[in-house]
């Protein structure tokens, strides 16, 4: 049993949290990015897009967290390719936040009015041009608050990354409990940080929401 004071396990897990941290802005970039380019597939109509991106969303949507992680570490070793867990991690979370980043985004451009797009068409705007300067900044409006509100799964998902052997937050927690025999105040500190890092969050998302209706 290691003797370890308050103090010590809060530095500790302060330390761990920010790969917590790296992770999540690294998955919510990513996944952002790759949701774009899915969602700009979609809109453009490209042969096959639909059914492509449709099928991308039901997959990573449609499967835990869990298995996911399983099979980018564990999987990827199977075909040669033997990835550390911090790797694994942060491309089951790029691609798992792909997938809600770009149905969030559909839905968003989905509630601009169809009338918006045949009006920009009439001044034989292009693709281009629609989502730059017509669809794109009233989607946006839409879309701020719920991206942020999905931030906080993001961070709030870094923690099964533990199990792959990827230390975080989660993982640091587990490992002072075992080594000074205290879990209830070490997991009580673990959610206290947990919520110091997305409580900010989630009051940006809500105040970010309560203006967008002041201005509608």
Known sequence: MVDFSLWDILRNLGLAARWT??????????????????????????????????????????????????????????????????TAAALALTLYSSAFLTEIWRGCVDAVPKGQWEASAALAMNLREQLRFVIGPQALKVAIPPTVGFLVQVVKGTALASVIGFIELTKAGTMISNATFRPFTVYACVALMYFVLCFPISAWSRGLERRLHAHR
Not at 31 to 55: N, S
Request: hydrophobic residues 65%; charged residues 5%; aromatic residues 12%.
């Open 21 to 86: 941290v790296l992770l999540s802005l690294i998955a919510f970039a990513g996944g952002g990015l790759i949701g774009l380019a899915l969602l700009v597939a979609r809109i453009a109509k490209l042969r096959g897009a639909a059914t492509f991106v449709a099928g991308y969303v039901q997959i990573f949507q449609g499967t835990p967290l869990l298995m996911q992680l399983f099979l980018a570490y564990f999987g990827l070793a199977l075909i040669g390719l033997n990835v550390s867990a911090w």
